[in-house]
């Protein structure tokens, strides 16, 4: 596993609770592909790449946004709760003491990433 630190400083920044969530989504992201790297953009918010974005981690006033990047990766166990009908991308919003389901979690980021390294959602939709 790849990890940058500047992810590191952006999560120690946040409040206790929401650290602890990203570092577990993090976590995942990179249980999902060893391959998964880790940058910043937009000058302070981690992105996690793979032949293109997967996902980025935001903490706001009082939850943290998982911001997906890919509009037709299947969610079965309903995880995405913001961003339906968004057509580039939708978000996970996760406030402090909601559980996160892992395995689903882990399942939607091995989708993006295999969307990713088949030529991207783009090119699959259409």
Known sequence: MSEDSRVDDYI????HWQAE???RVR???HEADAELEE???RRIYPYFVLEGNVFALMGTKDHVNVFLYDPIAPDPKGIINRGHENKTGRQIEIFEGDEIDGDALRDLFKAIIANNRAGGWRKLQG
């Open 39 to 41: 940058t910043i953009k």
């Open 27 to 29: 976590r995942i992201g």
């Open 12 to 15: 120690d920044g946040l409040p």
């Open 21 to 23: 969530i990203c570092r």
